[in-house]
């Protein structure tokens, strides 16, 4: 076979030659033992959970190390592109923490662009050409509807399904034969010519699963499309070398890609990244467990975390507690540190299933949110409100100093142990609605309509502003006393059955009627918060109710 011929045959014309390349693209100046990671989402317009596992890894051990992250798009896939798709990822990304410091539409080094693979296919095809002259690339002409009944052949062979030995129709063409094809106007795609025996078992150190066993590749997979365009795979290996990536961190689906790509790596001579492979993460659902999915789990796009207002520092607590064993030791140590100290290594990464656990992550929202001022739960509900929330929420920061009374008792902030109510923008913006607006009541009373009403009524006539908390609760027991409830609680322990109820059935009808809620901070401020004349309106709009 004439390759030399053949390769100006399927890509006529003059390409960039390897030594070009090697100095647009040079090795990087950085310092020893620093890695280079990368991102390399596809614009599909659904930016998930793996995709953040990921992306924080990548960036964890880049900067720990003094390396760098970058963000690739790999676009060779026209069907599945979205618009806007590239800014939503970085977009959703940076809400995260996760930075990258060069990539497509960052704006920072250029060096290694472009980071779009669209715009990158000249040099894609450079290195096709040379595969070609080599003996390694030839083209595939089989149609769909072939490679089609192929397939059903060899399922019916109970055989491995896939373009190889002897199914690999195309491979042993002559010169003669694809000149005639080529003058026949028929289309085809280049495919690579493998030299791997799936029976031979490889041995390969995996960055976090250890070592593991291996079958060569067999497969003469396609590299490059009927369009000219690359596959993932081809583009991968070449984009990954000139960028001069150290390390790829990605998802266990990829595992069994791993030969395709090894071998990739050789046939055009270049030396492999280190590889990792991530656990998926699970759920439990029952007794078994299973990966999480877009279809079934909104908490699988990271749009939920966004839409629903979880505070990204806290979601970025629980990633990393997936993410490294030895995290969640250190966050206990270290609770309120900048999550840059963390010594993130993917040694500590797991090797099997990691199980996501909505509930644990609840925990930590309330946790890191209990240690904001209110100042600073302020500007998180603010931001989360001009995005997500209504009209109405958007009033409640008109009167600022309001708002911040609000969020101190709330947050208790002023107390001695903080209260960890909130754990997300949405759930706490809907608990603090009642010192905005008469919300629709929560809790249903304990007592029947006559005692309610006798009970507010009395309470009414003898409400004065100025009591102070103290002056206020001793009115509570009195009015309790007066309706046949125990004005203390240990009397009322000590002989349950003299009474209608103890003094807080009492202070809990105040609260559901001013409040909607049975259960909520300090009454006596809520209504200093609220004032003398919300206060005695909402409690007369109770005594109308009608259950």
């Known amino acids: 076979m004439q390759y ?72 060779t896939d026209l069907k599945r592109k979205v618009d806007g798709a590239v800014e939503a990822v970085i977009e959703s990304l940076k809400y995260f923490s996760v930075s990258f410091d060069e990539g497509a539409e960052i704006g920072k080094d250029e060096t290694y662009a ?140 990829w595992l069994a890609s791993l030969p395709i790509h090894l071998e990739l790596f050789s046939a055009l001579g270049f030396e492999h990244p280190r590889y990792g492979h991530n656990c998926s993460i699970m759920k439990q659902e029952g007794e078994t467990r299973r990966k999480l999915s877009k279809r079934k789990d909104p908490e699988f796009s990271l749009s939920f975390y966004r839409k629903e207002g979880y505070y990204p520092r806290a979601v970025l607590v629980y990633m990393l507690t997936l993410l490294n064993s030895n995290f969640e030791e250190w966050y206990l140590i270290n609770p309120t540190a900048p999550l840059e100290e963390f010594p993130f290594t993917a040694k500590k990464m797991s090797k099997s299933g990691t199980l996501f656990d909505l509930s644990k992550l609840n925990d930590i929202c309330k946790k890191e949110l209990s240690q904001l001022s209110e100042e600073e739960m302020a500007n998180f509900l603010e931001e989360w409100t001009k995005n997500y929330g209504s009209d109405r929420q958007k009033e409640y920061f008109s009167d600022r100093e309001y708002l911040l009374r609000v969020l101190q008792l709330c947050m208790g902030t002023q107390s001695k ?22 919300t629709p009541r929560v809790d249903e009373y304990r007592v029947d309509l006559d005692t309610r009403r006798a009970v507010l009524q009395d309470f009414s006539r003898t409400y004065d502003e100025r009591d102070d908390a103290q002056v206020w609760f001793s009115k509570v027991k009195e009015l309790a006393a007066a309706h046949g409830f125990a004005a203390e609680m240990k009397d009322y322990k000590a002989a349950p059955e003299n009474y209608r109820g103890s003094v807080s059935d009492v202070a809990e009808i105040l609260r559901i009627a001013i409040t909607g809620k049975a259960n909520t901070p300090d009454l006596w401020t809520i209504m200093q918060i609220l004032g003398r004349e919300e206060c005695l309106s909402r409690l007369s709009l109770a005594c109308e109710e009608e259950v």
């Open 4 to 75: 030399d011929e053949l390769a100006q045959l399927l890509l006529p014309g003059k390409y960039p030659s390897r030594e070009e390349l090697e100095k647009r693209y040079p090795p990087r100046n950085l310092p020893k033992g620093a890695e280079v990671t990368r991102l390399a989402p596809s614009p599909t317009g659904f930016i998930h959970l793996g995709n953040l596992f990921v992306a924080i890894a990548n960036e964890r051990i880049a900067h720990t190390t003094g390396g760098k992250v970058f963000l690739r798009i790999e676009d």
């Open 114 to 253: 472009p980071f779009y693979q669209r715009q990158r296919v000249e040099i894609y095809q450079s290195y096709a050409k040379e595969l070609i002259k080599k003996g390694r690339a030839y083209p595939c002409f089989c149609t769909e509807e072939e490679l089609t009944a192929l397939r059903e052949e060899q399922k019916a062979n109970k055989e491995l399904t896939g373009y190889y030995g002897k199914y690999a129709k195309c491979r042993n063409l002559s010169l003669e034969e694809i000149k005639e094809n080529l003058k026949a106007g028929k289309p085809f795609v280049l495919r690579l010519r493998s030299e791997g025996n799936a029976e031979h078992k490889i041995k390969f150190h995996d960055e976090i699963k250890g070592e593991i066993t291996l079958s060569e590749n067999d497969q003469d997979v396609v590299i490059l499309k009927s369009d000219g365009v690359p596959t993932y795979h081809f583009a991968h290996a070449v984009d990954d070398h000139l960028m001069r990536t150290t390390l790829v961190l990605r998802g266990e689906e």
């Open 417 to 438: 142990k903080r209260r960890k109510d909130f754990e997300t923008a949405s759930q706490a913006m809907e608990m603090i609605a009642y010192f905005f607006d008469r």
